[in-house]
């Protein structure tokens, strides 16, 4: 078993800067890559970043290139999601994700693992 705990939300304004992360415990040797999705009242849950863990590759969602950055800390057993120009849109519950094999980045299903979620609201 894996167990994923976030960290990091809270309420920001618009422009501002937060950083989640999100740290992973139990059988975690077997770890192929983790991920960020984010759900916003009455939408799906979406992709926001994953990271293949061994080679630190990252992906991301369009919307967040250049604001968002995924990075990942061995030592910690843990990843982060440096979010930065937030935006009102970014408001969302963020969960990570951890993948046990080779899998699509924006894949839900393909994430064996869920954290609990934390919140990020970011105001106008």
């Known amino acids: 078993q894996v167990q994923l705990v976030e960290s990091g939300g809270g309420l920001v304004q618009a422009g501002g800067s937060l950083r989640l992360s999100c740290a992973a415990s139990?059988?975690?040797?077997?770890?192929?890559?983790m991920g960020w999705f984010r759900q916003a009242p009455g939408k799906e849950r979406a992709f926001v970043a994953g990271i293949r863990w061994s080679e630190g590759l990252t992906y991301y969602t369009d919307s967040v290139k250049g604001r968002f950055t995924i990075s990942r800390d061995n030592a910690k057993n843990t990843v982060y999601l440096q979010m930065n120009s937030l935006k009102p849109e970014d408001t969302a519950v963020y969960y990570c994700?951890?993948?046990?094999?080779?899998?699509?980045?924006?894949?839900?299903?393909?994430?064996?693992?869920w954290g609990q979620g934390t919140q990020v609201t970011v105001s106008s």
């Open positions: 994700a951890l993948s046990l094999s080779a899998w699509s980045p924006s894949a839900s299903v393909d994430y064996a693992y």
């Open positions: 139990g059988r975690t040797f077997s770890r192929f890559a």
